[in-house]
């Protein structure tokens, strides 16, 4: 592809605790670690796949949905089929730990990451 300077590698998610937060993110969707140290963990679906990180980040602010003097900073669209598999998604990501946000649309739903980062379900 003429123009691409090369490919995607990572999301990289500051978080006090990288371990634990690729934990829960290992959890909801089914992925694998493809690095683990101290302070830098990453997961993806496979070897050599596009990557989401989690990077220590001891003084990290963390958001406050929808407060803008706390940004979002990012998140993640998590697809799922339909608003039925929303619905029989969501005790499992509340069980996983994180809680849902206000606000959502008629093909989303808002959560907050045990760290406090928004992600959404979307369908």
């Given at each position: 592809?003429?123009?691409?300077?090369?490919?995607w590698h990572a999301l990289v998610i500051d978080c006090p605790?990288?371990?634990?937060?690729?934990?829960?993110?290992?959890?909801?969707?089914?992925?694998?670690?493809?690095?683990?140290?101290?302070?830098?963990?990453?997961?993806?679906?496979?070897?050599?796949?596009?990557?989401?990180?989690?990077?220590?980040?001891?003084?990290?602010?963390?958001?406050?949905?929808?407060?803008?003097?706390?940004?979002?900073?990012?998140?993640?669209?998590?697809?799922?089929?339909?608003?039925?598999?929303?619905?029989?998604?969501?005790?499992?990501?509340?069980?996983?730990?994180?809680?849902?946000?206000?606000?959502?649309?008629?093909?989303f739903r808002v959560y907050a990451d045990p760290v406090g980062?928004?992600?959404?379900?979307?369908?």
């Amino acid at each position: 592809m003429e123009g691409m300077i090369r490919r995607w590698h990572a999301l990289v998610i500051d978080c006090p605790d990288p371990s634990g937060l690729a934990d829960f993110y290992q959890e909801l969707l089914g992925y694998q670690r493809v690095k683990d140290e101290e302070d830098w963990v990453a997961i993806a679906d496979g070897p050599n796949r596009p990557a989401i990180a989690f990077q220590r980040a001891p003084d990290l602010r963390p958001p406050r949905w929808p407060d803008p003097e706390h940004p979002q900073q990012q998140h993640v669209d998590i697809k799922v089929d339909d608003v039925d598999a929303a619905d029989a998604a969501e005790p499992r990501v509340l069980a996983l730990g994180a809680r849902r946000l206000p606000g959502e649309g008629k093909e989303f739903r808002v959560y907050a990451d045990p760290v406090g980062h928004p992600f959404c379900l979307v369908w």
